[in-house]
């Protein structure tokens, strides 16, 4: 039902028909709705890259290190140079293991551990060395009594054991404060002491 341009309708649910009461109505305003217009997209137009040159390095200088040559120590430097005497390592001399003690720190745990290892003692080892430029050592480590020669050394480590335990060459050096001798390869030593 319309009246002045608007719309009514029944507000009450179709069982008030039968029920004679009378309809409520209400007024409802109808909006015509605007026609949508579809979108029209504009045309793409492709990109065009502009030319990269190619990027040519020069060429980098190489830089020449100078040489360098390795520093003896202060005795055995020229200039400084004290007199190798190797007679003080002659003689035959009992070996022993030092002992030693280290300690390691375990930073996670916060605890640090000494360890003590006592030296070994007089060993079944002994080494002779003989002014002719020989020498002899009755090996405890390789087990067996191992001869061979010797050369000069420098002012530290007067005498150098040619193929001797663990066919290693061993450098002698003595404590004269101790009268003993120290038997190195580099890595592990021995204490020698004057047989008697």
């Not at 979108?39 to 100078?66: C, D, G, N, R």
């Not at 060993?123 to 010797?150: M, Q, R």
Request: charged share 20%; aromatic share 12%.
């Amino acid at each position: 039902m319309s009246f002045n341009g608007k719309a009514f309708v029944p507000l009450v649910s179709l069982g008030l028909l039968f029920t004679g009461a009378s309809p409520a109505f209400a007024a409802i305003e109808v909006h015509k709705a605007t026609e949508i217009q579809p979108y029209t997209a504009s045309e793409l137009q492709p990109y065009h890259s502009t030319e990269v040159p190619l990027y040519q390095s020069t060429e980098i200088p190489v830089h020449k290190a100078q040489e360098v040559k390795p520093t003896q120590p202060p005795s055995s430097q020229k200039g400084q140079a004290k007199k190798v005497d190797p007679s003080s390592c002659y003689g035959t001399f009992n070996l022993y293991v030092p002992g030693a003690v280290s300690t390691t720190d375990d930073y996670v745990n916060h605890t640090r551990t000494t360890t003590i290892s006592p030296g070994s003692g007089k060993l079944k080892s002994w080494l002779t060395i003989n002014a002719n430029g020989t020498y002899v050592w009755n090996s405890s480590w390789d087990k067996k009594v191992i001869k061979g020669k010797w050369k000069k050394g420098d002012a530290d480590y007067p005498v150098i054991l040619l193929n001797a335990q663990e066919h290693k060459n061993w450098k002698i050096g003595i404590d004269k404060r101790k009268n003993q001798v120290y038997v190195w390869d580099g890595y592990t030593y021995y204490i020698g002491i004057p047989k008697k």
